[in-house]
């Protein structure tokens, strides 16, 4: 029996049985996982390595971008497994690649 988060199951479930317990990430994080076909190989309760530590993934928005506000409405479907050094890493790439906004105000001694 795979191991569960100590809430919101309901919404975990649906997304981890549709990636197959596998971490859906395909190079957003930057690594483009090319010893696995191009996606992530790290499953749920597996281990990163020989010495590594036990992989919990979690249901994350399928777009990196999505701030946190809107994240916490999403339904299932807009959802994600990712493993957390996956989504990390693709959180930050989102970030850098973001444009930021333009600033139309003129400067406190630019009139």
Do not use: I
Request: aromatic content about 6%; glycine content about 8%; some cysteine.
């Amino acid at each position: 029996m795979k191991s569960q988060p100590l809430a919101a199951v309901d919404t975990w479930l649906p997304v981890m049985e549709a990636a197959g317990y596998r971490c859906q990430c395909a190079g957003e994080c930057g690594n483009p996982h090319a010893k696995a076909d191009g996606r992530c190989p790290r499953e749920h309760d597996g281990y990163t390595s020989k010495h590594g530590h036990r992989v919990r993934l979690m249901a994350a928005p399928a777009d990196p971008s999505t701030p946190a506000t809107k994240a916490v409405t999403l339904p299932a479907d807009g959802l994600r497994a990712w493993c957390p050094e996956c989504y990390v890493a693709a959180v930050r790439r989102a970030r850098a690649q973001a444009v930021p906004p333009a600033d139309d105000t003129p400067g406190l001694f630019e009139l």
